[in-house]
């Protein structure tokens, strides 16, 4: 005994312990500045830069209403429940065992008809029945010689973070989505204004050309072309009209809420999000600290390393401390007094002897496990050093086209205004009106889509940065979703 509870209180536990992986990380990212780029990024309620009150509002819905973050939470808190089981299996237990039965003496009780004495053997005798009143406590305890429990509370710990990352995660992934298909469905009503407003200034030109064909100053091809122009722009205003509904119905299920939830409220048309530019993104070594999906990697790391330890104790011997105390009597108040009373304690040692290998190769398993979810952790880092990398190049990209898109705009614009004056006039040729307003309607339709990928981008380099939700969620309660309005708090009865 002496020996087991030194062992106890060395603390032995077997397999590895862990220590965070030190990986070697670049110094600056390559499409910023080094000098500039060490501040730290402000991912604070990043969106907020985009100053539109209503996808503020709508990211706070989505945030409390999202199916996804719900069962998010609610793994956390199965998470945290796990962990308080694998406390528990560190102490010892200890259970009631009450029974009353009904006997018949003509089986159980001795020669003389009185109930036979515990411990004693019964003898077929009189008819009699009684009954027999029984209390007692069982108690155990593992002893965690070798540190199995110790790592299965370890390894729940680190469930508990994993569950956070997931949670976090899920609303990076949540706020990325909302303001993105935002900006998509805002961007879908600039387009359907635009093609509206070309539409009904190529049909005053086609007016103006008809006029002119049946003054015979204007060719029947002239006339053609205007109409087929015109009708060519109106033919995009309903796939944009289907695309901006679709949008809507997205962002209304991301808010747990019915696809035509959102329709009108969001009818009323309001510019594409323009964010504030440039934005601090500091060093690659911050996204080990900022992206969720990296923090879970890394926590899953450490949780499988920890499972190794649980197999690794499961090869050694194994002892607990059991016992028992019972006492009976005929009558409810002999159990304190004139019952008979019966007790045991003692030891138990399992040694494991041979098991064909079984044991070392869980041991390999979790050591395999653990190596695969290192390697999981360090493609989580280059997946998340080639997002920053890709929306930095793809933001700065639609910066630049951004000044030459204006550039194309006012000039088209001025081309179109001239060639409609001059074809009025007479003094122009219907083809020179037909190309400009063509390529004006081209060129502010692709200034709108610019608006709009610069929009997506930032929000693409927030997420890549690891922005997402800094305010309090609550997962210590479960919540009642309804399909149809949302989520509702549990109300207590």
């Given at each position: 005994?002496?020996?087991?509870?030194?062992?106890?209180?060395?603390?032995?536990?077997v397999?590895?312990?862990?220590?965070?992986?030190?990986?070697?990380?670049?110094s600056?990212?390559?499409?910023?500045?080094?000098?500039?780029?060490?501040?730290?990024p402000?991912?604070?309620?990043?969106w907020?830069?985009?100053?539109?009150?209503?996808?503020?509002?709508?990211?706070e819905?989505?945030?409390a209403?999202?199916?996804?973050?719900?069962?998010?939470?609610?793994r956390?808190?199965?998470?945290?429940?796990?962990?308080?089981?694998?406390?528990?299996?560190?102490?010892p237990?200890?259970?009631?065992?009450?029974?009353?039965t009904r006997?018949?003496?003509?089986a159980?009780?001795?020669?003389?008809?009185?109930?036979p004495?515990?411990?004693?053997?019964?003898?077929?005798?009189?008819?009699a029945?009684y009954?027999?009143?029984q209390?007692?406590?069982?108690?155990?305890?593992?002893?965690?010689?070798?540190g199995?429990?110790?790592?299965?509370?370890?390894?729940?710990?680190y469930g508990?973070?994993?569950?956070e990352?997931?949670?976090?995660?899920?609303l990076l992934?949540?706020?990325?989505?909302?303001?993105?298909?935002y900006?998509?469905?805002?961007?879908y009503?600039?387009?359907i204004?635009?093609?509206?407003r070309?539409?009904a200034?190529?049909?005053?030109?086609t007016?103006?050309?008809?006029?002119?064909?049946?003054?015979?100053?204007?060719s029947?091809?002239d006339?053609?072309?205007?109409?087929?122009?015109?009708?060519?722009?109106r033919?995009?205003?309903p796939?944009?009209q289907?695309?901006?509904?679709?949008?809507?119905?997205?962002?209304?299920?991301l808010?747990?809420?019915?696809?035509?939830?959102?329709?009108?409220?969001?009818e009323?048309?309001?510019?594409?999000?323009?964010?504030?530019?440039?934005?601090?993104?500091?060093?690659?070594?911050d996204?080990?600290?900022?992206?969720p999906?990296?923090?879970?990697a890394?926590?899953?790391?450490a949780?499988?390393?920890?499972?190794?330890?649980?197999?690794?104790?499961?090869?050694?011997p194994?002892?607990?401390?059991?016992g028992?105390?019972?006492?009976?009597?005929?009558?409810?108040?002999?159990?304190?007094?004139?019952?008979?009373?019966?007790?045991?304690f003692g030891?138990?040692?399992?040694?494991p002897?041979?098991n064909a290998?079984?044991?070392?190769?869980a041991?390999?398993?979790?050591?395999?496990?653990?190596?695969?979810?290192?390697?999981?952790?360090?493609?989580?880092?280059?997946?998340?050093?080639k997002?920053?990398?890709?929306?930095l190049?793809a933001?700065?990209?639609?910066?630049l086209r951004?000044?030459?898109?204006?550039?194309?705009v006012?000039?088209?614009r001025e081309?179109?205004?001239?060639s409609?004056?001059?074809?009025?006039a007479?003094?122009?040729s219907?083809?020179?009106?037909?190309?400009?307003?063509?390529?004006l309607?081209?060129?502010?339709?692709a200034?709108?889509?610019?608006q709009?990928?610069?929009?997506?981008d930032y929000?693409?380099?927030?997420?890549a940065?690891?922005?997402?939700?800094?305010?309090?969620?609550?997962?210590?309660?479960p919540?009642t979703?309804?399909?149809?309005?949302?989520?509702?708090?549990?109300r207590?009865?």
């Open positions: 005994m002496l020996i087991i509870f030194s062992m106890i209180l060395a603390g032995c536990a397999g590895p312990d862990y220590q965070t992986p030190l990986l070697a990380m670049p600056h990212w390559s499409q910023t500045d080094a000098t500039k780029s060490s501040r730290p402000d991912l604070s309620r990043w907020m830069r985009l100053r539109d009150p209503v996808l503020n509002d709508l990211i819905e989505a945030v209403g999202n199916l996804d973050v719900a069962t998010a939470k609610a956390v808190r199965e998470a945290r429940a796990s962990y308080g089981q694998a406390v528990g299996a560190l102490f237990t200890v259970t009631n065992r009450d029974m009353v006997t018949n003496g003509s159980l009780a001795p020669s003389n008809g009185s109930p004495a515990i411990g004693t053997s019964a003898q077929p005798g009189s008819g029945t009954t027999l009143f209390a007692g406590f069982d108690a155990s305890w593992e002893l965690d010689l070798f199995a429990n110790r790592r299965a509370v370890e390894a729940a710990a508990i973070d994993i569950s990352q997931s949670l976090d995660a899920a992934t949540l706020i990325g989505d909302v303001a993105s298909d900006a998509r469905a805002r961007g009503q600039a387009r204004a635009l093609a509206r070309s539409a200034s190529q049909e005053e030109t007016q103006i050309t008809r006029d002119r064909f049946a003054a015979g100053t204007a029947a091809v006339l053609a072309n205007a109409i087929g122009q015109a009708a060519t722009t033919s995009a205003i796939t944009l289907a695309s901006y509904v679709q949008t809507v119905h997205r962002l209304s299920v808010t747990g809420r019915p696809p035509a939830a959102l329709q009108e409220r969001l009323k048309p309001a510019p594409v999000p323009r964010p504030r530019l440039p934005i601090p993104t500091g060093i690659p070594a996204v080990l600290l900022t992206r999906d990296v923090r879970l890394e926590r899953r790391y949780q499988y390393t920890a499972r190794i330890g649980q197999a690794e104790a499961a090869r050694y194994s002892a607990s401390l059991t028992n105390i019972a006492t009976a009597g005929t009558q409810l108040g002999d159990l304190g007094k004139s019952s008979s009373i019966s007790w045991s030891p138990t040692v399992t040694v002897i041979f290998g079984k044991l070392r190769a041991v390999e398993i979790a050591e395999a496990q653990r190596d695969q979810h290192f390697v999981t952790y360090r493609l989580s880092i280059l997946t998340a050093l997002d920053v990398e890709d929306a190049v933001l700065g990209q639609e910066r951004a000044r030459a898109l204006s550039t194309s006012e000039a088209y081309a179109a205004s001239l409609q004056s001059l074809y009025k007479g003094s122009s219907f083809l020179d009106v037909l190309t400009a307003q063509r390529s309607y081209n060129a502010e339709d200034l709108i889509e610019n709009i990928l610069t929009a997506i929000i693409a380099l927030n997420k940065l690891g922005g997402g939700w800094d305010g309090s969620v609550d997962t210590s309660r919540e979703v309804d399909a149809m309005t949302g989520p509702r708090p549990v207590p009865n």
